[in-house]
């Protein structure tokens, strides 16, 4: 079966999940307990991507439950951002929560396209280097560009850290911090200039 003959077909993100249950575009599902496809508001102005689901996603079949997860609740929660729509670059868990690889990465990608695609966007987050990778620029750098504002088809695009990499090293919590400024202060202003069209 070609398990992206469908996807212009998919008029909404529920079409679109529904979709893709049974994929077998990469070898990930062997080992993966189900697809993790995303949470949040499916209408939301702020879509947040990071790398791939862990253990706890698995389980629970939603992205950033775990650890990272509530690490990254309680930063949007501090900077006063709450409609946001949450997926991963990859949607089925890598063995022993490993980097998702390439030709994972790949095989994901159409349906990371159509998700943003349907869900239209005005700010997208890339958490880590895989999103920022698939979706600003193959050599991108986390550390050397963390919080600056790229501009594709209209969505702005922010990298900053995954939230497990700051669990790992407390020296990225402030700059980290500093991105979800810059990231609400965007989210400021597009709510201002939707007002005054409204």
């Excluded at 729509?85 to 890598?94: A, E, G, I, L």
């Excluded at 990298?159 to 090293?169: G, I, V």
Aim: glycine share 6%; charged share 25%.
């Amino acid at each position: 079966m070609d398990w992206y003959a469908k996807l212009d077909q998919c008029n909404n993100l529920e079409e679109l999940e529904s979709n893709m249950q049974g994929c077998r575009k990469c070898s990930l599902y062997k080992k993966a307990k189900q697809i993790v496809f995303s949470k949040g508001s499916r209408n939301a102005p702020v879509m947040i991507v990071g790398e791939a689901p862990g253990a706890d996603e698995d389980d629970q079949g939603i992205p950033f439950v775990g650890k990272a997860g509530q690490l990254l609740d309680r930063i949007l929660k501090s900077a006063g951002i709450s409609d946001i729509y949450v997926t991963n670059v990859v949607k089925c868990r890598p063995p022993e929560n490993r980097l998702p690889k390439k030709d994972e990465i790949d095989a994901c990608a159409p349906y990371l396209s159509r998700q943003i695609e349907l869900l239209q966007p005005s700010v997208i987050v890339c958490l880590g280097a895989v999103a920022a990778q698939r979706l600003i620029h193959s050599q991108t750098k986390v550390t050397m560009v963390h919080g600056k504002v790229y501009t594709k088809g209209g969505i702005k695009l922010i990298p900053t850290f995954h939230p497990a990499a700051l669990l790992r090293d407390q020296n990225k919590k402030k700059p980290c911090w500093d991105d979800f400024k810059i990231i609400r202060a965007i989210c400021d202003s597009i709510k201002e200039r939707a007002v005054a069209v409204g």
